[in-house]
């Protein structure tokens, strides 16, 4: 026993020694700079004690990106679960034939994310896009709206490219779930005439729990952290329409030569995922224990 | 200690050129990196050729060039500088941002190269106000001489029987005209927020000269909250709401050349840029370039004090620098020097530049008449967007942005800028 546990600690110890390193020692690191005034070149920063705290509680900007990442998350759960349900569903009950259906669906999820945004920005494009001429071209000029540049839309036509990228991940996390149902409880529903959609709903779906579970908690978690797609499609903008937690650090301590501050924005962001995560994990136990 | 210090910097810079060691055994092999932003039509190749003459008449010195797109090298070059992993020699617009580099200690001071064999006589005078801080040189101005002026498509213009506008109020005449014609007046990819502040500071200028923004810059006599920056804020306005700039022009990027597909598809008339895109567009749309394009400079307000012949621009766009943490220092200065001699000035010309040499001659009449309007210039207001200290220069390029956008009042952009600028005095 006691080679094994020897031999456990040896081989797990790297790891462990590469995420002090890269990972706990920097987060532990912003956290003090938080506490400094600091332009990321100088050698000298100088104290600022809870001057950047201070600031943060009054940004607006702030408390903006931390509503807008809160819509990322209610829009996220509620359109990409739904929808990658379905599609589990569906391909999980047509059997072989909808194989393919499965691979093309699982396209957007191995695209490069900053691909993925290119290739909607040019889709979203006024003049040269795909949506606005052809709604011109139908007469539907009403609905040929400014979807990147106007603020009221930009971060919902960015959350709609999201959830395109996000579902078929839900998706093949569900269908993996479903496959691994017994197909003998569909002949025994079936025997006792139960239809399609009574299956789903009382037999399928509660035996998800576990999966749908995780799935709400890696969309939770993804969407406060997110940056990518709206980086590479708004910047955060127009004027901060679509600004992100991350968004904000990243331009605080890197376009502003603002490093304390950027690095109070990051404990910030931190310290909200963290006990997001935390909660969520503990729903999800006491819902284990109960069930 | 430091490099410890800035593992985060470093996860996110990702791929960092920095100067290379020299080898032992070899011939004393050095290695440079050179890092810029010249991504499209003749950019690369103008650098490119400097660095193959170079590296024929120093074989033993490694230089690796690293083009990096525009908007994307400006966040890249401060982490790495921040990282203590600069390269040896990058590109650097002067004023705010590379005083900051000065104050670090990041930048080496050119003065003493610059006076050996006076080769300082061979710039512009003008070229040097950016890059001078406390009477010490600390670039080499290499690339374009560059100022805002309206590019204008000379087909669409004669189609509407327009002609160039003297005056603001014939702009705004202009401006209606197009846009009763289903012609975007004017094209802008204000997304990286820098296109729309020409407008702003051309405004500005003509309103009250160049003193106002000094001043305000400089904390002494007035601030952002000056009337003449709220003025300028609702003329800007005012072309918002005529209709002025392009459906979706918050949104659209720069770099990828969005507004130059508006101009070449004749969707827009107008562009008001800086005569670098004169390059780009030689080599990317020669036919456009030949037949339709022409320029005039922005024009006068009757009612403003600023002389109509101020431009707003560099001398010398974009200077050469050199990192202190680069390892050969004299080999670097003798490349840059490369990237702006006979030879390299020849082909610049050639590709539609306008080097900051004194006593530089084109027979390209495009390029003539910028050289003439630099020359009559009596002052070359630098963008503010690099004048400013960073931050500052952040909340300028934002309210510039949220006028655009009609979501900040020409009031609360002047509060909000002068606050931003006090909170970094």
Known sequence: ?291 | MRTTHYCLALLLAGTLAGCGSTSPGSAERKAMTLWHHQTAGEGPHLIQQAVDRFKASHPNVDVEVVPINNDAYKTKIKVAVGAGNAPCIFPSWGGGTLLEYVKANQVVDLTSYMSKDNYRARFLDAAYTPITFDGKVYGVPIENTTLAVIFYNKAIFQKYKLSEPETYDDLLQTVRTLKQNGVAPFALANKPKWPGSMFFMYLVDRLAGPETFAKAAAHEGTSFEDPVFIEAGRRLQELVRAGAFQEGFNGLDFDPGGTRALMYSGKAAMELMGTWQLSTIKSENPTFYQNSLGFFPFPAIKEGKGNPRDIVGTVGDNFYVISSTCKSPDEAFALMQYMIDDTSVELRAKAGRVPPVKGFKTADPVLQQILQLVEQAPSVQLWYDQYLPPSVAEAHKDTSQALFALSMTPEQAAKTLEQAARENK
């Open chain 1, 1 to 291: 026993m006691k080679t094994q546990s020897k031999t456990a600690f040896l081989f797990l110890l790297p790891a462990f020694a590469f995420l002090i390193v890269f990972v706990v020692w920097p987060v532990l690191y912003s956290i003090n700079l938080s506490f400094y005034d600091w332009n990321g070149i100088t050698a000298s920063r100088h104290f600022a004690g809870l001057g950047n705290w201070r600031s943060l509680l009054a940004d607006e900007i702030f408390w903006r990106a931390l509503r807008n990442n809160v819509a990322i998350v209610i829009l996220s759960i509620a359109i990409q679960l739904p929808i990658a349900m379905g599609l589990a569903v569906l391909i999980h009950r047509g059997g072989r034939a909808l194989k393919i259906f499965k691979v093309v669906y699982y396209f957007p999820m191995l695209m490069s994310t900053v691909a993925v945004g290119v290739l909607f920005k040019a889709v979203y494009d006024l003049q040269f896009g795909a949506i606005n001429p052809m709604l011109e071209a139908i007469g539907l000029q009403q609905l040929a709206l400014d979807w990147l540049g106007d603020a009221r839309y930009s971060l919902y036509s960015v959350i709609a490219v999201i959830c395109w990228q996000f579902i078929p991940f839900y998706m093949i996390l569900f269908l993996a779930r479903l496959v691994s149902i017994p197909s003998e409880l569909r002949e025994a529903a079936a025997i006792d005439g139960a239809t399609g959609s009574q299956y789903f709903w009382r037999i399928e779906l509660p035996l998800m729990r576990g999966i749908v579970g995780t799935a709400i908690t890696l969309s939770l978690i993804g969407s406060l952290k997110y940056f990518d797609l709206i980086w590479v499609m708004t910047e955060g903008g127009p004027s901060h329409a679509s600004e992100l937690m991350a968004t904000y650090m990243y331009k605080q301590a890197f376009s502003s030569f603002r490093m304390g501050y950027g690095s109070a924005i990051a404990t910030a962001m931190f310290t909200i995922v963290m006990i997001t995560a935390l909660a969520a994990m503990a729903v999800g136990q006491r819902r284990r224990a109960e069930a």
